[in-house]
């Protein structure tokens, strides 16, 4: 079992950063990845971010790339978020999560992540 505890979320105004932070207690796999996801109101959840506990790749989604840089450090199985250049529409409830082998289904399926933290809030103000 795998427990995710998320920090670091808050308000900022467009053009600003944030940095998210994200500790799992309990087994990492190999073969897992970490990285986060985000829901803004009325939305569907969004792959953000994912690296690999592993080896340190990476992927992003679309909307962040060139403003968002994900990092971990293995030993103490910590996950980061640099947010910068921040847009309103960054704004959402962002999870951490665990989980996609990187076999078969798409690294940006909800389904495809087995652990979620509680997530925590960015607000983004224009």
């Known amino acids: 079992q795998v427990q995710l505890v998320e920090s670091g979320g808050g308000s900022v105004q467009a053009g600003g950063s944030l940095r998210l932070s994200c500790t799992a207690s309990?087994?990492?796999?190999?073969?897992?990845?970490m990285g986060w996801f985000r829901q803004a109101p009325g939305k569907e959840r969004e792959a953000v971010a994912i690296i690999h506990h592993s080896s340190g790749s990476q992927y992003y989604g679309a909307s962040v790339t060139g403003r968002f840089t994900i990092s971990q450090e293995r030993a103490k199985k910590t996950v980061s978020l640099q947010m910068n250049r921040l847009k309103p529409e960054d704004t959402a409830m962002y999870y951490c999560?665990?989980?996609?082998?990187?076999?078969?289904?798409?690294?940006?399926?909800?389904?495809?992540?087995?652990?979620w933290g509680q997530g925590t809030q960015v607000t983004v103000s224009s």
């Open positions: 999560v665990v989980g996609w082998d990187g076999d078969g289904g798409s690294w940006k399926s909800v389904s495809e992540y087995k652990y």
């Open positions: 309990g087994t990492i796999s190999s073969r897992d990845w």
